[in-house]
């Protein structure tokens, strides 16, 4: 710890000051039981040319996503990004080492997080869209809390906020951990058999603060009941739709049916799928949130000579960490990567995200119908739409076939037994997105056509 410290010459004269005669004074409140007395099991200091060559070995024991024939999704997609976009993003003017705040922030970084705002309001329908958030689990989070902040005086079921069953795990617990502190109570809507909200018992949520569900929701299924959520819930009651943005290319936008907060995963617009991250979520909603919308909001106004000027607006950074009387926990954005986004959606314009939806859509048909060719493996939900993926149920657990497709080097899906409660280990999810060739469906159907035979086999010895 002294070789850490600044000033060594000073060192007694700092202890002193604090009231200390040496650094085991200063740190006496440390329980022995914790302290370290032998060195970490580090190797010896290595030169530049060593570490690189051990960053290079490590490194090298990743499979990279696009190697071999992909489907995985459930949240990722791996879409193409205009190589323009990695250009223009790293260009000094917008390549930062930190997040920028008030006043530094430029003119031009404004504009363009204005211009990102613009299209993710014009994307979803609704008027005010904010500069991002962390991912789409903290957005979905921060709106169940912003509607129970906005809604809560008026409900007849105070501080209850109602989400739909299946919900992947990583998202369910981090809008409980966001609901704990405020003593929110979450309750779950069922679907119906064909994989679609029961409304019948969506009136249950009537009178409640908010009723989160997803479009397409997380099996994949284009769920045509949402578009009469909003009238049976009430006016009074926010409706709150997660959504696959890519999908707003074909599918109504939320904001038209009803929805009065639109939340969901940008990854899709303008970076890979990286490892998991880093991310940005999307925060779109009515005039009535907009006071309690977390995050930060750009504006756009004329400066003193009347031209065009942008700034910050309706909140400030200092609204937002005034700890428990805070708007949110979030005070800050992914200013660069929503940036990113935004110059992808910029490249795409309107016909370029509907070829690109139309794209992914035809990816997972073309995908689906390979693999329901094969006997023994069928949807989850039949004779509904499905949008860059599905579910099927298989005769042997997920894991065996992903395990036998892997070998093949074939990244089959995702085991939804993994990411979901009470979902049954047979069930596997499978994602098509336009990076997805007729060889690779052509190497995922014919992997489960030898996974399927090895199972006869067995049974058969």
């Not at 960053?55 to 205009?82: H, K, M, T």
């Not at 009469?228 to 926010?238: D, F």
């Not at 309107?350 to 997972?364: D, I, Q, S």
């Amino acid at each position: 710890m002294v070789d850490h410290l600044p000033n060594l010459g000073r060192e007694k004269e700092m202890l002193h000051a604090m009231g200390f005669s040496s650094i085991d004074d200063l740190f006496s409140d440390i329980p022995d039981s914790v302290k370290r007395e032998s060195p970490l099991d580090l190797p010896p200091p290595q030169t530049e040319e060593e570490i690189w060559a051990d960053a290079q070995r490590l490194l090298g024991a990743n499979v990279a996503i696009n190697s071999r024939p992909n489907f995985l999704g459930a949240g990722l997609y791996e879409n193409f990004v205009p190589s323009m976009v990695a250009a223009m993003a790293t260009r000094g003017e917008f390549l930062t080492a930190y997040t920028p705040y008030q006043p530094e922030v430029s003119q031009g970084m404004l504009q363009a997080l204005w211009e990102f705002q613009t299209m993710i309001s014009e994307l979803v329908a609704l008027p005010v869209s904010n500069v991002s958030m962390y991912d789409a689990s903290t957005a979905a989070a921060e709106a169940l809390n912003c509607a129970v902040r906005v809604n809560n005086r008026k409900a007849t079921q105070k501080n209850v906020v109602y989400v739909t069953k299946w919900l992947p795990e990583h998202r369910l617990s981090v809008i409980e951990n966001y609901t704990m502190g405020g003593d929110i109570e979450i309750r779950t809507l069922d679907w119906n058999e064909d994989g679609m909200i029961d409304l019948v018992e969506a009136e249950v949520a009537a009178g409640a603060c908010a009723v989160y569900v997803e479009q397409p929701n997380p099996f994949g299924v284009i769920d045509e009941n949402l578009s009469h959520l909003k009238q049976i819930i009430g006016e009074n009651t926010a409706l709150i739709v997660g959504v696959n943005a890519t999908s707003l290319g074909v599918i109504e936008a939320p904001g038209n049916w009803g929805a009065d907060i639109v939340v969901g995963e940008g990854q899709a617009f303008g970076i890979g799928a990286t490892a998991g991250g880093p991310l940005y979520g999307i925060f779109a909603c009515t005039d009535k949130y907009i006071r309690q919308m977390p995050g930060r909001i750009v504006g756009k106004t004329f400066d003193d000579n009347g031209a065009d000027a942008f700034t910050l607006t309706l909140s400030t950074r200092e609204q937002h960490i005034r700890r428990h009387k805070a708007t949110s926990n979030i005070c800050s954005n992914e200013t660069l990567i929503a940036l990113m986004g935004g110059m992808h959606m910029a490249l795409l314009g309107p016909m370029g995200l509907e070829k690109l939806a139309c794209r992914n859509a035809a990816a997972c048909q073309v995908t689906m119908a390979g693999v329901l060719s094969l006997d023994g493996i069928e949807l989850l939900f039949n004779d509904v739409g499905a949008y860059n993926e599905f579910t099927v149920v298989l005769p042997s657990s997920a894991e065996s076939a992903l395990a036998h497709l892997d070998g093949l080097g074939v990244n089959g899906g995702l085991a939804l037994c993994d990411v979901m409660v009470d979902a049954e280990d047979n069930w596997l999810h499978i994602t098509a997105t336009d990076q997805t060739t007729s060889d690779d469906v052509e190497a995922l159907v014919s992997g489960l056509k030898s996974w399927l035979s090895s199972l006869v086999a067995g049974v058969a010895a």
